[in-house]
């Protein structure tokens, strides 16, 4: 492929398809650089399986970004968002009780309250 540098701002502004048709390319020459590398090449060509690589790594992170914003701008008004959506924050985070189960309150507290409420005292001033 080109020699330039790969520029990955310029990647987002393709659309999916073309990003897969040059994903492919990619994908092709790494096997034909590979198949060279067995075959005694030269190292020039050794380096670029590297810069190939990385070029792949790069188009393949563009496209799962760009499926995950589509499904994100789908599901905007989605009661639930699928797990990998979800902000990752901190496992106890995750697993703390909710406003409303914090505020839930036993039969026993209940009638504690209703039975002995607080006592209002007249002060003197």
Known sequence: MADKKLRVFKLREKSIDDLNKELEKHKDELAALRINKVAGGNAAKLAK???????????????HQKRRNDIRSQLKNAQR??????????????????????RQKTTRDLKREQNFP?????LRA
């Open 49 to 63: 399986i590297r810069v190939n690589r990385k070029a792949i790594a790069k188009y393949l992170t563009v496209v």
């Open 81 to 102: 968002l699928p797990l990998d959506l979800r902000p990752k924050l901190t496992r106890a985070i995750r697993q703390r009780l909710t406003k409303f189960e914090r």
């Open 118 to 122: 607080l006592r209002k005292y007249a």
